[in-house]
């Protein structure tokens, strides 16, 4: 346990910079600016809908993903590029400890990141339902443990791991799964919307993932990311 308490420790430490810090702010600043602006909308708009519509696209489309790729890419992605992954193997430590100390570092900072603003933006937006802000936390948080997963493997397969992890979000979850609908079922975006949308309650439900499907996806993602990270790890030979 104390191994893996120093690298968790070790990886949380190298999480947040000014720029990682910037980005956050900018994007709950425009979250919480956009909910505002909905908020103020005419009455006879239906507030809830339109709040979850929103957050689905700006939230749960780039913030989520976008920071967790910013700081799961690099946990493990920058000592791989400067070389001094090699100390790791040195301490000795299990390869699947730091595959999982390294997603859970960027989880821990990702999820209060993304859900807090989320969260926020959406109780504002909605008029004050607590149901729909809710829903929108729970949803980001569970594409934060996916993503941070997904993007933990990135930064130990690719090289500019934020240049194909860019790529990922814009081209895949955003436009192939909205071009061809089945693609759906292999999106992490597509789960966590489903879940906001089933938990809030709002609009029509019907060709959606369950709440457990929707929670299993996103559970079995992750872990299976960080299955995948320690196979890297084995692989690779580091000098």
């Not at 807090?116 to 937006?125: F, K, T, V």
């Not at 194909?164 to 693609?183: D, N, P, Q």
Request: aromatic share 8%; charged share 10%; with cysteine.
């Amino acid at each position: 346990m104390s191994k893996f308490q120093g690298l968790f420790k070790l990886f949380s430490r190298h999480q947040m910079t000014t720029g990682r810090l910037v980005l956050i702010g900018g994007f709950a600043f425009v979250l919480l600016s956009a909910a505002l602006a909905i908020n103020r909308s005419p009455e006879d708009l239906d507030r809830s809908r339109s709040a979850l519509d929103f957050l689905e696209g700006m939230g749960l489309g780039l913030a989520v993903p976008i920071i967790a790729l910013v700081l799961a890419s690099s946990t493990l992605g920058d000592l791989v590029e400067d070389e001094t992954l090699v100390y790791l193997w040195h301490r000795p430590s299990p390869r699947w400890m730091i595959a999982l100390s390294a997603w859970l570092s960027s989880t821990a900072v990702t999820v209060p990141a993304t859900v807090i603003p989320l969260g926020l933006s959406a109780l504002l937006a909605s008029g004050g339902s607590v149901r729909v802000a809710v829903a929108v936390a729970a949803a980001s948080t569970l594409a934060a443990v996916a993503y941070c997963g997904l993007f933990t493997l990135a930064g130990v397969m690719v090289r500019k791991p934020l240049v194909w992890g860019l790529l990922y979000v814009f081209i895949w979850e955003t436009l192939l799964t909205a071009l061809f609908g089945g693609l759906g079922r292999l999106s992490i975006r597509s789960y966590a919307a489903a879940l906001s949308n089933r938990l809030a309650g709002v609009g029509p439900l019907q060709g959606l993932h369950s709440v457990p499907a929707s929670i299993i996806a996103c559970l079995l993602i992750g872990l299976g990311c960080v299955g995948l990270t320690t196979w890297r790890l084995n692989k690779m030979d580091i000098a």
